[in-house]
C-alpha cells in the first residue's frame, strides 16, 4: 500500500476483555514495529519484526500482550484481558532492511481506551 | 542504554522569532539521530535525519558529540510550524539494538500570529 495502514482507528473495550489491533506496512518493507504512547509519554517501544521473526520483543510489558506477523505483511498485536492501564495510542511503523538510517514511516495509530 | 530528553514540553514563540527545540541524549556509541513532527490530527512523520545534513522546511539540526545534544532550530518560525516534535535516536552498527528508535517524550511547538 501507499501508507501503513492501522485498524481500527479507535477501540473503546471493557476491562477485562482481549482485542485485537492490527497494522498493514508498506509493501517490501521487511521490518515492521509497534510503539504504545500514553498521555502526555513519549513513544515506548514494544516490539520489532524482522521478516516473521521477532528479534526483540523486550518492550512487551506483560505476557498479556503479543503480536505476530505474517510473512513481511499484517501484523497484529493482542491484548488479553485487558487493563486500564493499557489505555493509549498504538502505533505501528515499518522500514526497509535499513530503514533505520531513514527513519520509520508510522500508521496514524490505533487509540484503545479501557473502560 | 539509549535515552532521548526533551527537557521542554510545552514552547511558545512569536510567528518570526527564532525557535530552538533541545534535546538531548545519552548512548555509548555513535548514534544516528532524527526529528519527527506530529501536526495536528496527522500521523507522525519524519522531518530530518542527522546523517544527511539536511534542511527541511526551513529546519536544521546539529549532532554535538560534546555535549550530547541534537537540537533543532529555525531562524523564522512560522505559524504552520506548530505541532509536536519528537527527537529519536538509534544506535549504530551491526549488532546490539541498531534498529530500534528511542523518542523523547517531545515539545509542543506553538507559534503565535
Known amino acids: 500500500g501507499a501508507g501503513v495502514s492501522q485498524s481500527p482507528s479507535n477501540k473503546v473495550t471493557e476491562k477485562g476483555k482481549d482485542v485485537e489491533l492490527r497494522c498493514d506496512p508498506i509493501?517490501?518493507?521487511?521490518?515492521l514495529y509497534w510503539y504504545r504512547q500514553r498521555l502526555g509519554q513519549g513513544l515506548e517501544f514494544l516490539i520489532y519484526?524482522?521478516?516473521?521473526?521477532?528479534?526483540?520483543k523486550s518492550g512487551l510489558p506483560s505476557d498479556r500482550f503479543s503480536a505476530e506477523r505474517t510473512g513481511e505483511s499484517v501484523s497484529t498485536l493482542t491484548i488479553q484481558r485487558t487493563q486500564q492501564e493499557d489505555s493509549a495510542v498504538y502505533l505501528c511503523?515499518?522500514?526497509?532492511?535499513?530503514?533505520?538510517?531513514?527513519?520509520?514511516?508510522f500508521g496514524s495509530g490505533t487509540r484503545l481506551t479501557v473502560v | 542504554a539509549q535515552r532521548v530528553t526533551q527537557p521542554e514540553k510545552l514552547l511558545s514563540v512569536f510567528k518570526g522569532a527564532p525557535v530552538e527545540l533541545k534535546c538531548n541524549y545519552s548512548?555509548?556509541?555513535?548514534?544516528?539521530l532524527f526529528w519527527y513532527v506530529q501536526y495536528s490530527r496527522q500521523r507522525l512523520q519524519l522531518l530530518l535525519r542527522?546523517?544527511s545534513r539536511e534542511s527541511i522546511k526551513g529546519f536544521t539540526a546539529d549532532l554535538n558529540k560534546g555535549e550530547t545534544s541534537f537540537h533543532l532550530k529555525k531562524p523564522f518560525a512560522q505559524e504552520e510550524d506548530s505541532a509536536m516534535y519528537y527527537c529519536?535516536?538509534?544506535?549504530?552498527?551491526?549488532?546490539?539494538?541498531?534498529?530500534?528508535?528511542?523518542f523523547g517524550k517531545g515539545t509542543l511547538l506553538t507559534v503565535n500570529p
Open positions: 511503523a515499518s522500514s526497509l532492511i535499513r530503514g533505520r538510517l531513514y527513519g520509520y514511516t
Open positions: 509493501s517490501g518493507h521487511t521490518a
Open positions: 519484526f524482522q521478516g516473521n521473526s521477532a528479534p526483540d
Open positions: 548512548y555509548s556509541g555513535s548514534p544516528e
Open positions: 542527522h546523517i
Open positions: 529519536a535516536l538509534s544506535g549504530s552498527g551491526s549488532g546490539g539494538s541498531n534498529y530500534k528508535l528511542t
